[in-house]
C-alpha cells in the first residue's frame, strides 16, 4: 500500500510540475508578445510627439500679403506711411520677422489672455472694423518681443486665418501670402 501511495503521490507531483511548465512557457510567451505591443505603442508614441511638434508652431508663422486697410478715429500714421505699407509682406518666424527686404531679431512672441470681439474692439481702438469681421468671432493680441519697435510688431490673429496689424491708430488686414 506504500508503493500504492507513492506513485500516486509522484504522479500527482508530475502532473503538477507539468502544468506549471506549460504556464511558464505561456507566460514567457505572453511577455515577449506585450514587450512588443509596448514598443509598437513607444513608436508610435514618438511618431505623433514628432508630428505635433511639427503642428505646434503658431497659425501667424509665414508670409502675410496686406490686403486692406483702415483707420481708427484717431491714427498718428501719415499718410505716406499708410501706403508705403499697403503693399508690404511680413514674414513671422521663430527668431526673426522680415517686414518686406528688412529683417528684424527678435526674442518671441507675447499672447494675451484676452480675446477681442467686435464691440471690444470697436470699444477699445475706436475703429470701425465691421466689415472685416465677417467670419471672424475673436481676435487674439500678439505682441513681437524685439528691441526695436517696427511695422508689423503688434498685430491681431484671428479664428478665420487673417491678421491685423496695428501701426499708430492704423489697421492693417493680412492674408496668408501664396
Do not use: H
Not at 505603442?41 to 490686403?67: L, M
Not at 475706436?126 to 505682441?143: M, R
Amino acid at each position: 500500500m506504500k508503493k500504492y501511495l507513492m506513485m500516486l503521490a509522484a504522479g500527482l507531483l508530475t502532473v503538477s510540475l507539468g502544468g506549471c511548465a506549460v504556464v511558464t512557457d505561456s507566460s514567457q510567451t505572453d511577455s515577449v508578445e506585450v514587450e512588443e505591443v509596448a514598443e509598437e505603442a513607444k513608436d508610435d508614441t514618438e511618431k505623433n510627439d514628432t508630428e505635433q511638434e511639427e503642428t505646434d508652431e503658431p497659425a501667424w508663422y509665414g508670409s502675410w500679403k496686406i490686403i486692406d486697410v483702415k483707420a481708427a478715429a484717431v491714427s498718428a500714421l501719415a499718410e505716406e506711411e499708410v501706403e508705403k505699407y499697403k503693399d508690404q509682406t511680413v514674414t513671422y518666424g521663430e527668431t526673426t520677422v522680415m517686414v518686406g527686404d528688412t529683417s528684424y531679431e527678435i526674442e518671441g512672441y507675447e499672447t494675451m489672455l484676452d480675446v477681442y470681439t467686435q464691440d471690444s474692439m470697436t470699444q477699445d481702438y475706436k475703429a470701425d472694423l465691421s466689415d472685416w469681421w465677417n467670419g471672424a468671432g475673436e481676435l487674439s493680441f500678439v505682441q513681437v518681443l524685439a528691441n526695436d519697435d517696427f511695422f508689423g510688431s503688434v498685430f491681431f490673429a484671428t479664428d478665420n486665418g487673417e491678421l491685423w496689424i496695428y501701426c499708430d491708430g492704423v489697421f492693417f488686414r493680412a492674408e496668408k501670402a501664396a
